[in-house]
């Protein structure tokens, strides 16, 4: 199967996936599958967009693009799609309880987000210890985080370059 086209395991289960329009798009039934208890995902959906829609006016259907998925006898059906921002909006709809650690760790890390925002150090300390558990030496995180700072700084230049003109930037240089 290609990389474009391929299958995900989230808790022992495959998620469809297909690449289209330079981002991933997951099956929703079959995320469904793997976040409820019920045996009919196709159905489940089918009922979760209709009470969706009916307590707060909203089409969960509108998150999604009709794509061409591979089904498990071989052939490509039509199937309801979502892109990632577009999956987690959908999951958060879903009342089921093994949605729930899930629905916990999108809010985590959306007040996470929050709080970098407020303190961008909290967002290199974060970058810095993903770097760290992915087994990066201290001194490779720290020429990255340099190589960062340079070039936001040239970034700002170069943006200053085109609003004030060449001269100004001769300057700098």
């Known amino acids: 199967m290609d990389t474009k086209d391929a299958l995900v395991a989230f808790q022992g289960k495959n998620i469809r996936r297909i690449w289209y329009d330079n981002r991933w798009f997951f099956s929703v039934v079959d995320i469904i599958y793997v976040l409820t208890d019920s045996i009919d995902s196709k159905d489940y959906w089918y009922r979760l967009k209709k009470r969706e829609l009916e307590s707060s006016g909203i089409e969960l259907s509108t998150f999604c693009r009709q794509l061409k998925l591979k089904s498990s006898d071989g052939k490509q059906y039509w199937a309801d799609c979502a892109d990632t921002e577009s999956m987690f909006r959908i999951i958060q709809s879903i009342p089921s309880k093994n949605a729930e650690p899930f629905k916990r760790w999108l809010a985590k ?3 996470q987000r929050i709080q970098e925002i ?5 967002a290199q300390k974060r970058m810095k210890e993903l770097f760290k558990s992915k087994g990066y030496s201290d001194e490779w995180i720290e020429k990255r985080v340099r190589g960062i ?3 936001d700084e040239l970034t700002d230049v170069l943006k200053n370059q085109r609003f004030f003109g060449p001269q100004k930037c001769e300057s700098i240089f």
């Open 118 to 122: 407020e303190n961008p150090e909290l």
């Open 149 to 151: 700072a340079i070039r």
């Open 109 to 111: 890390v959306g007040y």
